[in-house]
């Protein structure tokens, strides 16, 4: 049984309820299930008339009556709060009752941060998060470090920590997943991985949308505390981490630990915060307000592989382009037989991923130009993965609901890592710098084209991440 919080919010509609739907399509559900959708405002129907429109808007593809049927026979709605959740837990024994003793419960909290702790307290005192419960705690996990660790200490107290799963859904991205099989099942790239190979690292996920009608939410969290310390950070740690003893979830989250234990304080000098024109008219926003909506920062990792390698994280809304873009740019010797580097030109040698749900991966390398003349231009060796092996993976939401149900903590983040990540974001909370604006389809404020000199930022460029060449002027006509 799968009890949703937040049933009817923008989460719930855009990617939870079309990954259950499309895990029942697959058989990746239970074979018997019910799914009690919970929150303080009942739907103007029923929540199957709410669900059916979401599947339509976000699923239409894969939407047909005869798998549509059955699913929503499973679909209810109980009203609830922290304040009152006596009706849920009497519809959660009722369906309990129905499935059987031995089945469990998923406990789905896509609640704003400000509620996780009161509605934790809830579940407790109405039974809900007792024996055979999971519970799924939605990003960002607190607002703070004092916040994260009372949420914690909150959750442990009534929930064993191997029945807590911190989401983070870049995590369940097919295309974060493949860092790690390109980096340690393949030596041509492994032993590339550290200091003396690479230059810079960035982690840019620009949003050409807006706040979308999450007004309050972004007013509550904003950039940092939505994107950099939760799906940015999480991605430096698979990047940046040693090599694991195992794939079992506890060698994993070590590793990834390890990882945030090394990662300095980010630091107020090296971070930029913007906020786009026009962020104050959007509804349930504060005409005066400084929230940002950009963040651009370097981060540092002082250990013996990441030691002086800058860390490049970049978020924010209204940009210019959307994409979701790890790139490793490697050392390039200064001068070569085939001329020397001009000063201000891209780096060629780059690994790249594409943070997809359909994996995709570019080395940048430099070729010989066809012709008579001895001249070399940078070009894409790419890599389509669903494509060349013929599979398709999970949506993110897909893969880590379906982590909840069999138990699988891989893909999770950890008390411990959570609370680190605040330590390093308490410079930022307690001195943010000030917010500077920036145009709606732009790349964000200037001074963040500055923080990733020399190299610049991956993106803007072409398609294929490399720079635009004009193969005429490489071969001197």
Known sequence: MIVLFGARGDLAKRKLWPGLY????????????????????????????????????????????????PFAEKLSFVKSSADDGADLAAAVKDARGDL????????????????????????????????????????????????AKDLNAALHEHIDEDAIYRIDHFLGKEGAQDILALRFANGLFEPLWNKD????????????LGIEGRGSFYEETGAFRD????????????????????????????????????????????????????YTDEDDVAEDSTVETFVALRADIDNDRWRGVPFLLRTGKALAEGRRVVTVTLKEPDCTIFGCRVEGDRPSNEIVFELTDDPQLSVGVKVKVPGPFSAVAPAPLTLDVER???????????????????????????????????????????????????????????????????????LPEDQSGLPVVDLGAAVGA
Not at 108 to 117: C, D, I, Q, R
Request: with cysteine; aromatic share 6%.
């Open 22 to 69: 499309r895990l029942t399509q697959a058989g990746l559900m239970p074979e018997d299930f019910r799914v009690i959708g919970s929150g303080r405002h009942e739907p103007d129907s029923d929540i199957a008339s709410e669900v059916r429109k979401a599947l339509e808007e976000f699923a239409a593809d894969d939407l047909n009556d005869d798998d549509w049927k």
């Open 100 to 147: 059987g003793d031995d089945s469990r419960t998923l406990l789905y909290m896509s609640v704003p941060p400000s509620a996780m702790k009161s509605m934790v307290g809830m579940l407790a005192e109405t039974g809900i998060s007792g024996d055979r419960a999971r519970i799924v705690m939605e990003k960002p996990f607190g607002h703070d470090l004092q916040s």
């Open 197 to 208: 190979h690479i230059e810079a690292i960035q982690i840019d996920i620009p949003e050409k």
């Open 227 to 278: 994107m950099v310390v939760t799906h940015l950070s999480q991605i430096l740690g698979f990047v940046a981490m040693e090599q694991p003893k195992s794939l079992d979830a506890g060698d994993l989250r070590d590793a990834k630990a390890a990882v945030f234990r090394d990662l300095q304080p980010f630091d107020p000098d090296l971070t930029v915060y913007g906020q786009f024109d026009g």
């Open 388 to 458: 060349v092996l013929n599979q398709s993976g999970l949506e993110a939401y897909e893969r880590l609901l379906r982590d909840v149900m069999v138990g699988d903590h891989m893909l999770f983040t950890r008390a411990d890592e959570v609370e680190r990540l605040w330590e390093c974001a308490a410079p930022l909370l307690e001195h943010p710098p000030e917010v500077q604006p920036y145009d709606k389809g732009s790349w964000g404020p200037e001074a963040a084209q500055r923080l990733a000199e020399p190299t610049g930022w991956h």
